[in-house]
């Protein structure tokens, strides 16, 4: 089946690149070796962020699925919570443990998750919830396994916030090619065989509507300015790079505060129980917009 193709490739693609044992374990090095201070560390810093509302409590117990090189468990280790590290290939989680950026690891497949109901306090899903090639059965699934909410941390789909851009498709709705066209990421596909889902804050309500969750919790960042070699410069204010980078993401910040752009990405968290008072002033004071579901009348 189409799915099961796309899981495939996407566990294939690692060992494609990295083949070998030598070239996983100096991959870590290297990227070590450039130190905390990079381009490319400051940027995975924005996406880490979203997270500390929900860490300000220690001890809790974590699951990052689709986290191929074990850096989302890392940073949820070094602010005092468990974090089980998940990939659907765990050749580079296994070289992971072994440098001690992750303490424990395991193979799974985001649709069907081998835990019991209730298993972790929270689920993270950073920048992989769009590779799925079924991403609604992972997401039911996440919410399953998880005791207090899942984090949703994924490119955001402009159309849901861009209104000229909503009714130019609906204009064009019966001339596709000129819809495709012009929109020209409207139906895009990774050599690995996913359609690339983007998310909205819509569909996180209605899901959370849908299961009579109390809550759901949004943020909007830009921090897509990786480009090849981020993981080698230097995040200094001097450097010319990194300043251009900051200027325009300070211009984007602008732009999403006055509602003119959505966001690159979403941060979304999707709450099964309200969360407590430190937690909630902690999120609004980090920008996040607070939903609250209203319960369903008839169950």
């Known amino acids: 089946m189409y799915h099961e193709k796309s899981y495939h490739l996407h566990g294939e693609w690692y060992n494609q690149h990295y ?29 880490f962020n979203c997270l500390n509302p929900l860490l300000k409590e220690t001890s809790q117990s974590w699951l990052t699925v689709g986290d191929a090189y074990g850096y989302d468990a ?38 069907k998750l081998s835990f019991g109901d209730h298993t972790f306090d929270y689920v993270l899903c950073k920048e992989s919830y769009h590779h799925f090639p079924r991403p609604y059965a992972a997401l039911y699934e996440m919410i399953r396994v998880a005791e207090k909410g899942i984090v949703i941390i994924e490119p955001q789909d402009p159309i849901s916030k861009m209104p000229l851009l909503l009714m130019l498709s609906n204009l064009l709705l019966k001339k596709p090619p000129l819809l495709n066209k012009i929109w020209k990421n409207r139906f895009s596909y990774e050599p690995v065989g996913n359609f690339v889902y983007k998310v909205s804050e819509r569909e996180f309500e209605k899901f959370a509507a849908a299961l009579n969750l109390p809550y759901v919790a949004f ?16 995040a200094n204010p001097k450097n010319k790079t990194f300043k251009a980078i900051k200027l325009k993401k300070q211009v984007l910040d602008i732009l999403v505060r006055l509602k003119i752009i959505p966001g690159q990405v979403l941060s979304a968290i999707i709450f099964k129980e309200k969360p407590e008072d430190s937690v909630w002033q902690q999120l609004q004071e980090d920008g996040y917009h607070i939903v609250a579901i209203p319960k369903n009348p008839y169950i």
């Open 19 to 47: 083949p070998t044992r030598e070239s996983k374990v100096n991959y870590y090095r290297i990227n070590k070796s450039y130190g905390s201070q990079t381009v490319s560390v400051w940027l995975q810093q924005i996406f």
């Open 74 to 111: 890392q940073y949820l280790q070094s602010k005092g919570s468990h974090a089980l590290a998940t990939d659907l290939n765990t050749d580079f989680l296994s070289i992971a443990k072994e440098e001690g950026i992750v303490t424990e690891y395991a193979a799974e497949n985001a649709e």
């Open 219 to 234: 943020k909007k960042i830009n921090p897509n300015f990786h480009f090849k070699g981020a993981e080698r410069t230097d």
